[in-house]
């Protein structure tokens, strides 16, 4: 098959070995409060892969087709860099499966936006931004394990930035590589920034029919609807309606 046709295969495999890991939730089949995003947005739905590590199993595929998708979608990527925390494993099975080098960005508490960052890295003090071995001229991919909006991904770059400056190198980082794109405004901002956004499961146009077998009627319905009318759900008396939903 060619790679269009494996990389939709192997999403549809890892989004299902998610689901039945419980790494992907609904306000229907357990929180029927639904949740509130780090991103600001309330959601009927939660997709947490910061458990990846405990599933070798999907963790080595995911390593396996994210590093596919590195050698058939990015340019001559030299170096990989986990964004702290959930995309550090996931860039070392990337390493550890297509040899790629990688790095990782320390954790900077209390930071939610690139206006927090930019205002307060000067309290950092002498801590590196990001771990790992750069070499001058690198092809530099960010990764993580999905996007919703692009604050935490944006604050990663500029962590990179900083850090290759303060060891007076120069590289490149146009790429973004996630195993999850929710599709809620992401791929515009990214373009806004000149950066490539690539992601093995795009989940509003193709990962939400794949787990279509795996959710109630009820759930499949109100997540479509929610995906495409995002804003919509974001009415308090709406989200009471779908808890009074989970209480009948």
């Known amino acids: ?14 989004l299902e070995l998610l689901y039945d890991a419980n790494m992907i939730d609904t306000w229907y089949k357990s929180k029927p409060e639904g949740w509130n995003l780090i991103s600001g947005l309330w959601s009927p739905l939660y997709i947490n892969l910061r458990n990846l590590g405990s599933y070798p199993h999907i963790l080595e595929r995911i390593g396996y087709a994210l590093g596919k998708l ?23 099975a990337i390493s550890l ?8 960005t320390r954790k900077i508490e209390g930071i939610k936006n690139i206006k927090d960052f930019q205002k307060n890295i000067s309290q950092y003090g002498q801590h590196k931004l990001v771990e790992g071995i750069i070499e001058n001229g690198d092809n ?8 919703t909006k692009l604050d935490s991904k944006l604050i990663a770059q500029e962590q ?29 901002l990214a373009k806004i920034h000149n950066i490539n ?6 989940f509003t146009s193709k990962g939400i029919y794949w787990l279509k077998d795996k959710l109630s009627k009820i759930e499949y319905e109100i997540i ?3 995906l495409k009318n995002t804003e919509k759900y974001q ?9 009074n939903m989970k209480k009948e």
């Open 235 to 243: 009415d308090k008396d709406l989200q009471q309606k779908l808890t």
């Open 160 to 188: 990179l930035h900083l850090e290759v400056s303060n060891r007076s190198l120069e590289v490149r980082s146009n790429y973004i590589i996630v195993i999850l794109d929710r599709e809620q405004g992401a791929g515009d």
């Open 1 to 14: 098959m060619d790679w269009n046709e494996e990389k939709d295969f192997l999403g549809k495999e890892i």
């Open 70 to 92: 590195i050698k058939e979608e990015c340019k001559d990527i030299d170096r990989i860099i986990g964004i702290a925390s959930a995309g550090v494993p996931i860039a070392t």
């Open 197 to 202: 956004l690539i992601s093995l499961i795009p």
């Open 97 to 104: 499966s297509s040899k790629i080098p990688m790095c990782y």
């Open 140 to 147: 530099i991919a960010l990764v993580d394990d999905l996007v």
């Open 224 to 226: 479509i609807d929610y």
